[in-house]
Structures are given as structure tokens and as C-alpha cells.
């Protein structure tokens, strides 16, 4: 059972305009949120992420949004670059999973044209 | 600046071969992880281990074990590999109490 859905397998967006990443969750006892970002034939680096008590993070070009009530969570990036051509994985962790282990959703590939 | 190493980028191996896979953090970092990543799956767990000689089965721990015998290094063995084990192999660790997971640049093992 996925308790961590990124629907959308890809997503191209213009160079300049905004990226909206989106991932949903079942697990309603997760409490911490992160994006990944992954380059081909690199591990993923951590990006941002948020705590349930907060509804929106934002770190320069990235801000991240938590809506509690409907499981949900988007990656803003504002204004797109090429190098935001990744692989973003969201990720979720629940206090009582001990060690901290991270559940990830399946990934969706960000491509920015010029 | 954090740092984890994988021992080999690439792996090429024959089905039924035993597989070790190496993992080291120059963190001191308690928490140590082991991921697949596959397309359209993620990043599934497989075995994690919050201190030296602990381990604990993730999501998929079916034909793997692991061995931590000292905190910086952590190790994925592939019994008897078998052909849908090939995948990018992930490993990862962290500091108890902190959930951003700090990752190494991954293994592709692929088995024949």
C-alpha cells in the first residue's frame, strides 16, 4: 500500500514560470514532510521540508505547502532554471516509526525548457 | 560537509553470486539506511539500523541482509543475487531525533 503518492510521473514546465510538484499521503500519524532532489547517476540531496504544525515553508526560490485536512503537500519553484531538471521524491515521517525512517513517493521527473 | 560513500558506482554480477554492497558515513551518524530505487516505485526501504550490531527489516528486506559492525559502515549483502535485484541501491544515514536522511551517489548493480 502506498501511503506516499506523487501522481504524476512527469512535468515540463517553461524556463521562468513556475513549477508546481504535488504529493499526497494516507498516513495521517506523519508529522514531517521532505522534498528530494535527484540527478541521474547521483544520490537524492534534501531540499526543504516542513512539520505538520506549520502550513507553508519557504526557502528562496522553494516553498513548500501542507494542507493537513487533505493530505497534501506541492513543491513551488519560482522562477524555474534548468537546473531544476531532476527527479523531486517527497518524503513523510511519523514520531512513532523510531530512527526516523522516511517513507518516499514514487518520484516525478521535473524538465525545464529553455 | 557531509559525506556518504558507496563502494562502487557500477556493478556487474552473475545470477547466484554473492553481492556485498558497502556504505560509509564520515557523520557519526547513529541511524544508517538501505534503499532501492526502482521507476515508478521510489525509494523502498530494505534494511536500516539505529546503532552498531542493530538492524531492523525495512519494506522489501526478502533476499538481503545487512551487517553494521562499526558505526561509519554499513553493509548490504545479497545472498544468492537474482535478476530483479538489479537496481540502484541507496544508502543513507542520520542523527537520531533528525529526519532529513543524508544520501551516498548510489550503486547500479546489475545481475545476469
Known amino acids: 500500500d502506498q501511503q506516499v503518492k506523487q501522481n504524476s510521473p512527469s512535468l515540463s514546465v517553461q524556463e521562468g514560470r513556475i513549477s508546481i510538484l504535488n504529493c499526497d499521503y494516507t498516513?495521517?500519524?506523519?508529522?514531517?514532510f521532505l522534498w528530494y532532489k535527484k540527478y541521474p547517476a547521483e544520490g537524492p540531496t534534501f531540499l526543504i521540508s516542513?512539520?505538520?504544525?506549520?502550513d507553508k515553508n519557504e526557502d528562496g526560490r522553494f516553498t513548500v505547502f501542507l494542507n493537513k485536512s487533505a493530505k497534501h503537500l506541492s513543491l513551488h519553484i519560482v522562477p524555474s532554471q534548468p537546473g531544476d531538471s531532476a527527479v523531486y521524491f517527497c518524503a513523510a515521517s511519523a514520531d512513532n516509526q523510531g530512527a526516523q525512517k522516511l517513507v518516499f513517493g514514487q518520484g516525478t521527473r521535473l524538465t525545464i525548457n529553455p | 560537509d557531509v559525506k556518504v560513500t558507496q563502494s562502487s558506482r557500477y556493478l556487474v554480477k552473475r545470477t547466484g553470486e554473492k553481492v556485498f554492497l558497502e556504505c560509509v558515513q564520515d557523520?557519526?551518524?547513529?541511524?544508517m539506511f538501505w534503499y532501492r530505487q526502482d521507476p515508478g516505485l521510489g525509494l523502498r526501504l530494505i534494511y536500516f539500523?539505529?546503532?552498531?550490531?542493530?538492524?531492523e527489516k525495512g519494506d522489501i528486506p526478502e533476499g538481503y541482509s545487512v551487517s553494521r559492525e562499526k558505526k561509519e559502515r554499513f553493509s548490504l549483502i545479497l545472498e544468492s543475487a537474482s535478476t530483479n535485484q538489479t537496481s540502484m541501491y541507496l544508502c543513507?544515514?542520520?542523527?537520531?531525533?533528525?529526519?532529513?536522511?543524508?544520501f551516498g551517489p548510489g550503486t547500479r548493480l546489475l545481475v545476469l
Open positions: 539500523s539505529y546503532d552498531v550490531k542493530m538492524k
Open positions: 498516513n495521517s500519524m506523519f508529522d514531517y
Open positions: 516542513i512539520s505538520s504544525i506549520k
Open positions: 543513507a544515514s542520520s542523527s537520531p531525533g533528525i529526519q532529513t536522511q543524508y
Open positions: 557523520m557519526d551518524h547513529e541511524n
